[in-house]
């Protein structure tokens, strides 16, 4: 794969598909969390068979700053997951962060992934295409502007 063959020099990598049911982005999301320790910006889509790779590339390219994650369907259920592995997992200079899809969080889990950026700024949070008013609701965005007000979060399109 092209991405083996970088020896760690990749730094960004943009990912889009016409077809979004695209069978290969876990492998690929993979091999940049094996390959890639010096990457900056991934922009990826990401089903749910592809979660187990987040934690790993989170862990091994501690230098990623920018990361935008598109959802593959239009509606699953992954977004707490998804949201928790972020709390977790997160490098210190990951502080651009854009989820793009139908994916469904908790106020829960928005306000754990919040207060783990309190103390480390996270200098833009984005969430788009959320077509789903059940998904993503009025108490979301009150979360998200009470983060803004206390200065964790800089910008966001919400």
């Given at each position: 794969m092209l991405i083996e063959k970088t020896e760690g020099n990749l730094s960004y990598v943009y990912i889009d598909m016409s077809n979004k049911d695209a069978e290969s982005t876990g492998m690929v999301?993979?091999?940049?969390a094996d390959n890639c320790p010096k990457i900056e910006y991934l922009s990826t889509?990401?089903?749910p068979k592809d979660l187990i790779y987040v934690k790993p590339l989170?862990?091994?390219c501690s230098?990623?700053?920018r990361l935008r994650l598109k959802n593959l369907y239009e509606n699953n259920i992954i977004?707490?997951?998804l949201?928790?592995?972020l709390t977790s997992s997160s490098p210190l200079s990951l502080n651009n962060i854009k989820l793009s899809g139908g994916w469904k969080y908790s106020i829960n889990s928005i306000e754990r992934f919040f207060e783990s950026y309190r103390g480390r700024k996270l200098l833009e949070f984005?969430?788009?295409?959320?077509?789903?008013?059940?998904n993503f609701t009025i108490e979301h965005i009150k979360i998200i502007r009470k983060y803004i007000n206390e200065g964790v979060i800089g910008h966001t399109n919400l």
């Open positions: 999301i993979k091999a940049i889509y990401l089903g989170l862990l091994h230098k990623l700053s977004g707490d997951e949201l928790d592995i984005g969430i788009k295409d959320n077509i789903h008013e059940d």
